[in-house]
């Protein structure tokens, strides 16, 4: 059984209403921007930060994770800066902004439903950290292998340092296992 002391029980609901205040302070900038971009179902944000700051952190990271459903390739364009540097960049994948582009074109030959959710974005710093949902149906073709409809359902997550209001730097890390699975490509 736990016993709560008034002050803790005060300071409790004074963190509780900042919480709040912070969280619709936070809002307003997301929807202010184009309602087409991805909401993320949840923003963790350093509170030191004012609207403006996060908006410029927020925006590029909700450009790049919409273009993952998309495949829009301004959004990808508008995202990342032109020095743009993959640090966990796959094998055979180019460097720069052309190896998004290019792993978003072969994502969507072979899921071309796919759709690209935030479950959570950490904003902290220069960095945003994004946790993403993708699902959609294999119903085209990876690798040689024709998709027959399978559901695919993984995660990955992304660590972005945004530079005058562009994505600079991204390290990437995909459940790639279960995705090769879902296809049928490996063996579960």
């Known amino acids: 059984m736990t016993i709560e002391s008034p002050n803790r029980t005060h300071a409790m609901r004074t963190l509780g209403a900042a919480a709040t205040a912070l969280v619709l302070t936070l809002a307003a900038p997301l929807q202010a921007h184009a309602g087409d971009l991805v909401q993320p179902k949840q923003l963790i944000a350093d509170s030191r930060l004012s609207a403006t700051q996060l908006a410029r952190l ?3 990271a909700r450009e790049y994770d919409t273009f993952w ?3 829009d390739e301004a ?7 032109p020095e743009f540097t993959d640090r966990t960049l796959p094998p055979g994948r180019p460097q720069g902004i052309a190896g998004p582009l290019a792993a978003s074109k072969a994502f969507h030959a072979a899921v071309p439903d796919v759709h690209c959710e935030v479950e959570q974005m950490i904003v902290a710093g220069d960095r945003v950290i994004t946790h993403l949902r993708f699902t959609g149906h294999f119903t ?3 690798n040689g292998v024709a998709g027959h409809g399978q559901p695919v359902d993984f995660i990955a997550t992304d660590i972005y340092r945004i530079q005058d209001g562009k ?6 890390i995909e459940d790639n296992l279960t995705f090769l699975q879902q296809l049928g490509v490996v063996k579960g």
């Open 75 to 81: 959004l990808a364009r508008a995202a990342l800066a």
């Open 69 to 71: 459903t998309t495949g």
């Open 167 to 172: 994505i600079a730097e991204n390290w990437h």
């Open 58 to 60: 927020v925006t590029p």
């Open 140 to 142: 085209g073709t990876f």
